[in-house]
């Protein structure tokens, strides 16, 4: 209980790194179309008066999108954050955050100078201890109300133009819950049902994998803070060749209900978990956005989707495909993308012939259609937590292909790929600002490592991490149960000499003692005597 408390009292006067910050989320900064909030350190705005960042105006890059979206000022999120503002906080050297009071990835110290590398490991190889915190951790972030970040439920028009702020407090899961929501959902064009279905700032294209790769940092850099645990790092579940939801125990991600295999078993503190923002046909009707009001329980059915849709979950041998082709991305750079590695991984590319528009779903998208719940709507996927699993091994898959093929910047599209997705382009709904190409790099230069990509000894050495750790927590009762043994055995033999010493001693039979013509005849008393000492085996 107290670690607990302890973890809470942490969480309350800890800040966190996504947005929209609160600071930022009023009429004032709205108007003005500035969001640079002062760094405690020295009050001064960034920390300017101490050289961690500045003010300074945004700037967007002028290179042509693709055909997908063709419309121009109707979405908040083009030209991002324009919409909002246009002057934010820009951080020097290896300082981050909306006032640049945080380290970049890697970094640490009072001046963040310090490196420090962590490793992603397979979920499988956790300890029990770390199982146990990796499930506690999730479930303080869900019931933990974000101090620093709101979410925005309406658009910057419903907002009358920054004079009727519209933001909800949301908790610290759930403002990611929000942010994938934000960038995948549809253009809203004015008024009910008028929506645009064909975009979306974080799939379907080049930013597909840096994208999910700054989400990913940006939730283990939170939970970090959150919690006061720097070594914390989040796991992967490696699915290749999986026949069902090895992650679906109530150890871990949640067993199935044995009232109704459609929700979570009571065992499972996420059973407990509701959700919101997975109901996109709702919002698209209306023309609205998510008000983030509390929409059910999180549903799993795992295995029971349509065989039509997703045959089952990806093989070994479609990963080994996949990693094989050499260009990031072709074409449109779309879902029809043929011989894309990020098409392919994305699962609208076949993974035995890399042609793009497949019928079926494979590879990443395969599991979330194969989770048949929450995961399988793609704005409201991240409301599971297999969500960060999953896209952990997927950020394994990219990093892999990073380094056996060692792709040069420029294949990174500088422009005409789909709206949000051209390298200098910054992410939404991200604040700070990053741009796409900020994140096509090795992991190695972020901070971290991934357990399957250490040479073999070191990769065998974390398997057997778990089994190791199995034996430290018996090998107190091992000798325990060794001395017991001894006394016993000792007892048991001073037991037995003790009866020994009470048995008369017995004179030896002579010919000499019988009486002439008289039978041998053995005493009942020997019998006796025979049944005392010896014991038959049954």
């Not at 001064?44 to 055909?67: H, I, K, L, N, T």
């Not at 949301?170 to 008024?191: P, Q, T």
């Not at 704005?379 to 997927?394: C, E, K, M």
Request: with cysteine; aromatic share 12%; charged share 20%.
């Amino acid at each position: 209980m107290w670690p607990l408390i302890l973890i809470s009292f942490i969480a309350y006067f800890t800040p966190s790194h996504q947005q929209f910050p609160r600071l930022c989320a009023n009429q004032e900064s709205l108007l003005s179309k500035e969001c640079c909030p002062a760094w405690e350190g020295d009050g001064s705005p960034c920390g300017v008066s101490s050289g961690r960042g500045s003010c300074q105006d945004v700037e967007v890059p002028d290179e042509p999108d693709g055909p997908q979206y063709p419309f121009s000022g109707l979405d908040d999120r083009e030209k991002w954050p324009l919409v909002f503002y246009n002057r934010t906080c820009q951080c020097e050297g290896n300082f981050m955050g909306f006032n640049c009071a945080d380290c970049t990835f890697g970094y640490y110290g009072d001046n963040c100078t310090q490196w420090r590398a962590s490793l992603r490991r397979n979920v499988f190889h956790l300890t029990h201890d770390e199982r146990i915190k990796l499930v506690s951790y999730l479930n303080l972030a869900k019931e933990t109300v974000s101090r620093d970040y709101v979410v925005a439920t309406g658009t910057y028009q419903e907002m009358e133009n920054g004079t009727n702020p519209m933001f909800a407090d949301v908790s610290v899961y759930d403002v990611f819950v929000w942010l994938h929501y934000y960038v995948s959902r549809e253009a809203l064009l004015g008024g009910p049902g008028n929506v645009w279905s064909n975009v979306d700032f974080a799939h379907w294209a080049p930013a597909f994998l840096p994208w999910h790769r700054l989400y990913l940092l940006l939730w283990e850099h939170e939970i970090r803070r959150l919690t006061g645990d720097m070594t914390f790092t989040i796991p992967y579940w490696d699915w290749r060749d999986a026949q069902d939801c090895d992650v679906c125990t109530d150890e871990l991600m949640g067993a199935r209900s044995p009232q109704d295999p459609s929700f979570l078993s009571p065992g499972s503190v996420f059973s407990s978990w509701k959700v919101f923002c997975s109901r996109a046909e709702e919002y698209s009707a209306a023309g609205v956005l998510c008000d983030v009001t509390e929409e059910g329980p999180l549903r799993r059915n795992p295995g029971n989707q349509s065989p039509n849709v997703v045959e089952r979950l990806p093989t070994s041998a479609e990963v080994a495909f996949t990693l094989s082709l050499n260009n990031y991305d072709t074409g449109a750079m779309d879902r029809s993308a043929n011989m894309s590695f990020r098409n392919t991984l994305e699962g609208f590319g076949d993974p035995q012939t890399g042609l793009g528009n497949s019928l079926r779903l494979n590879m990443h998208a395969a599991l979330h259609v194969f989770m048949n719940g929450s995961m399988s709507s793609v704005q409201g996927s991240a409301n599971d937590p297999i969500f960060l699993l999953h896209h952990a091994y997927v950020d394994s898959i990219f990093e892999e292909w990073l380094r056996r093929h060692e792709p040069s910047p420029t294949q990174y599209p500088e422009s005409n790929a789909p709206i949000g997705h051209n390298a200098r382009y910054h992410m939404v709904p991200f604040l700070p600002l990053r741009r796409n190409r900020d994140y096509f790099i090795s992991t190695k230069e972020l901070g971290y490592e991934y357990s399957n990509l250490l040479n073999t000894n070191q990769w065998i050495a974390e398997a057997m991490r778990p089994y190791l750790d199995e034996l430290r927590n018996v090998w107190p009762w091992l000798i325990l149960a060794g001395l017991f043994g001894g006394i016993l055995a000792v007892s048991m033999a001073a037991a037995v000499l003790s009866v020994k010493r009470r048995i008369p001693e017995k004179k030896p039979i002579t010919l000499d003692s019988i009486p002439e013509r008289q039978p041998l005849i053995v005493g009942s008393d020997t019998e006796e005597t025979y049944n005392r000492n010896y014991q038959t085996t049954i």
